[in-house]
């Protein structure tokens, strides 16, 4: 598999296989020809699942080789930013075989994000169920969030967008846009989230979050895009409003101001922020002992900046930032932890894994 140097100084026609790196990782294609893949998750077999936006889930063998598209896949609305989001497997995935499925459904005129859950056997689902439905529809084809995560006691955490048009739902607790919502795996809502009267609701006021990460200490991180400027990296805690439109890092994409307000009483402060925007996707807490130096590290891909963000973390504060892999000169759609401690990165086409210089 061809490897991509960093930092090179070389000509690009020999950068890719003889320059002498500046830092100790390589980069190399694990697999390729992938249509705009857009998750990553690995088995315990050492396998990976993809989703790809346009509808199609794939299993990834060790050596990144694609079987035939998953059978039983639910259709998903594919428009505009719909389409097949997050792949999540069961905590109890050797025992149960389950597998979650984050997309866009509907119609052009009633479309929101959902949830299916079924058994992964061989190259098909089976028993297939979508146990949620965003209980709040709309006409947009954009902003769904999609992320998801299991929390440590067996419940699943969905991101949810604003819409786009309808950015003031983002406030509104009966409202499932702009969110972070809790669920038990049969999709019902998980008790203890902190609105009864609203009992799929975590914490709100998200614009579009598609970085979601919990930590070995538990540690909820999400990221979300902001308009123009103001992408926002945020600790989630049950009950909390992050804010969205009320106050915000950004302006209109026109260049009108969406609210006079950075912050306000009662409304939480990002721990880090980027103006201009980076457009964020992806995101890993890295905790294995394979780079020692970025271990309690978060990674987060650029969708605009094609590259990789790592945020570095002493002690739970951030401390620095760096741009890296930027070689890849691609849009980052996600970027996770492999089983071995590597780091596997999605561009429009391929995953690329990131191990330490031989």
């Known amino acids: 598999m061809p490897i991509i140097s960093r930092l090179c100084i070389c000509a690009l026609s020999i950068c890719l296989s003889t320059c002498a790196l500046a830092e100790d990782y390589q980069l190399e294609y694990w697999a390729e020809g992938l249509e705009l893949p857009w998750s990553i998750a690995f088995l315990p077999d050492g396998s990976a699942l993809v989703t790809e936006l346009g509808g199609k889930l794939k299993r990834l063998d060790e050596s990144g080789k694609a079987g035939p598209p998953i059978e039983n896949v639910p259709a998903v609305y594919f428009a505009g930013q719909g389409g097949l989001f997050d792949v999540l497997p069961d905590p109890d995935f050797l025992h149960n075989g389950q597998i979650y499925l ?110 979601l990460a919990i930590s070995d200490a538990g540690v909820i991180w999400l990221h979300e895009h902001g308009p123009r400027g103001g992408d ?3 600790r989630i805690e049950p009950g909390v409003n992050y804010g969205w439109p009320a106050i915000t890092h950004g302006v209109d994409y026109s260049g009108a101001v969406i609210s006079p307000f950075s912050e306000w009483e009662g409304m939480a402060q990002p721990e880090h922020y980027w103006v201009p ?36 973390f ?45």
């Open 277 to 312: 925007s980076i457009a964020p996707s992806g995101l890993t807490v890295y905790e294995a002992d394979l780079f020692p130096e970025w271990k309690g590290d978060l990674f987060v891909g650029a969708l605009v900046n094609r590259e990789v963000r790592r945020l570095e």
């Open 102 to 211: 984050a997309f866009a459904e509907g119609s052009p005129e009633n479309n929101g994000t959902a949830v299916a859950r079924g058994k992964l056997d061989g190259d098909s689902l089976t028993n297939v169920e979508i146990i949620f439905r965003n209980f709040t529809r709309k006409d947009t084809p954009v902003h769904y969030g999609g992320r998801m995560a299991f929390m440590a006691d067996g419940t699943l955490l969905l991101t949810t967008g604003d819409g786009f048009n309808y950015r003031e739902a983002a406030q509104d607790i009966s409202s499932g846009l702009g969110k972070v919502l809790r669920m038990n795996t049969d999709g019902s809502p998980a008790s203890g989230n902190p609105f009864p009267e609203s009992p799929y609701v975590y914490s709100y006021g998200h614009r579009n979050p598609q970085g």
């Open 314 to 358: 002493m002690a739970g504060k951030m401390t620095g930032e760096e741009s890296i892999f930027g070689k890849l000169s691609a849009r980052i759609r996600d970027v996770r932890q492999g089983p071995g401690g590597e780091l596997y990165i999605l561009t429009p086409d391929s995953v690329v894994r990131a191990t330490p210089e031989n």
């Open 232 to 234: 926002e990296l945020n």
